[in-house]
């Protein structure tokens, strides 16, 4: 080997090309940012709220003209009932009047009892009511079914209209004659002698039972169901004062 080989042969290699399909830094393009899409759900929530928002107000605005239309109308119902009580005369009271009327009485001769037609107040598919309203304060109830049947004929009228000084419901005379009238069956004219001899006013009738209330002034009531039949007590109810 010459020096011309040995001088080759020690000679450092050419480095390599370049890869060609490897882009210059200067040719990539930085990645674009990007944008926040708008949040359907938040969207959506405020889009529920708001519409329930006007719903709501809407209701509210029909409630209230809703409420006074029927305010008027309660109003003017009670001013021609208040009329029409006026402008009707019965012959008798509503404790008196009940006396009268018999369980089986026709609509017609409860008309002639009182002195004007009753109301007819409910016609369903089972049973028929009629009302008549005697004072502002009291009034009969007389209902039947389909069949006349069963006719049952009640007073209307508070406790307080009732009320009698000489009956006496304390607590502890009420507790007595309640017991005498469910245990030892006191009849009409045993309670009656037991408060003072003072009359039941009779609150209901039907085909099978007469019912009876005594009250006193200080609140105390007695209510006694006595069987048409055998004049026995079916029934005591009330409160001692």
């Not at 008196?96 to 609509?107: G, M, Q, V």
């Not at 089972?126 to 009034?139: D, E, K, L, M, V």
């Not at 245990?183 to 004219?189: F, N, T």
Request: net charge neutral; hydrophobic share 30%.
């Amino acid at each position: 080997m010459n020096n011309n080989d040995l001088n080759n042969f020690n000679q450092t290699p050419n480095p390599q090309q370049p890869i060609n399909n490897i882009p210059p830094v200067s040719n990539i393009e930085p990645p674009k940012p990007k944008r926040n899409k708008p949040n359907i759900i938040i969207i959506g929530i405020i889009a529920v709220v708001f519409v329930a928002g006007l719903i709501f107000v809407a209701n509210y605005l029909l409630g209230n003209k809703n409420n006074t239309n029927e305010n008027n109308s309660n109003i003017n119902n009670n001013k021609n009932s208040k009329n029409s009580i006026k402008n009707k005369k019965a012959k008798c009271t509503a404790v008196d009047c009940i006396k009268l009327i018999d369980f089986d009485s026709t609509i017609d001769e409860i008309n002639t009892i009182i002195g004007f037609e009753g109301e007819l107040i409910d016609n369903s598919e089972y049973f028929t009511q009629y009302y008549w309203a005697i004072s502002n304060n009291s009034g009969i109830r007389y209902s039947y079914n389909m069949d006349f049947t069963r006719g049952t004929v009640e007073l209307d009228v508070k406790h307080d209209n009732l009320k009698n000084s000489k009956v006496d419901l304390s607590e502890s005379r009420f507790q007595t004659i309640k017991s005498k009238v469910l245990d030892e069956y006191y009849k009409y004219d045993q309670v009656k002698s037991y408060l003072a001899g003072v009359d039941g006013t009779i609150t209901m009738k039907t085909s099978e039972i007469t019912e009876y209330t005594w009250v006193s002034n200080s609140g105390g009531y007695l209510t006694v169901r006595y069987d048409n039949r055998s004049s026995s007590p079916r029934y005591a109810t009330g409160e001692g004062k």
